[in-house]
């Protein structure tokens, strides 16, 4: 039904930045809630950002505010995630997800996810 596909990920070096995309095939997806999550080596997977459907308001793990910006672009159903000030701790698989009921940090909310994306942030 939903398909997702990450794009963006890469090396870095720290204090810089990354933009990652996340292609939907749906023609619905103004209506579904997305998020970003992330998962580091021997860490388990933890909420970074989410945005909703109706209005676009967003949400934030502590971790990245101020430096992460999520943004949506409902004309080409794509979901974005600014990264910026990147650290060390930042270095993780990112995955991209939609659900059609509300932004959550469990991810128990969204029912479809990507691939993943790889993100390393060197010193």
């Known amino acids: 039904q939903v398909q997702l596909v990450e794009s963006g990920g890469g090396l870095v070096q720290a204090g810089g930045s990354l933009r990652l995309s996340c292609a939907a095939s749906?023609?619905?997806?103004?209506?579904?809630?997305m998020g970003w999550f992330r998962q580091a080596p021997g860490k388990e997977r933890e909420f970074v950002a989410g945005?909703?459907?109706?209005?676009?308001?967003?949400y934030y793990a502590d971790s990245v505010k101020g430096r992460f910006a999520i943004s949506r672009d409902n004309a080409k159903n794509t979901m974005y995630l600014q990264m910026n000030s990147l650290k060390l701790e930042d270095t993780a698989v990112y995955y991209c997800?939609?659900?059609?009921?509300?932004?959550?940090?469990?991810?128990?909310?969204?029912?479809?996810w990507g691939q993943g994306t790889q993100v390393t942030v060197s010193s």
């Open positions: 997800a939609a659900g059609l009921s509300s932004v959550g940090t469990t991810g128990r909310e969204y029912r479809y």
């Open positions: 749906v023609r619905t997806f103004s209506y579904y809630a």
């Open positions: 945005i909703a459907w109706s209005r676009g308001s967003t």
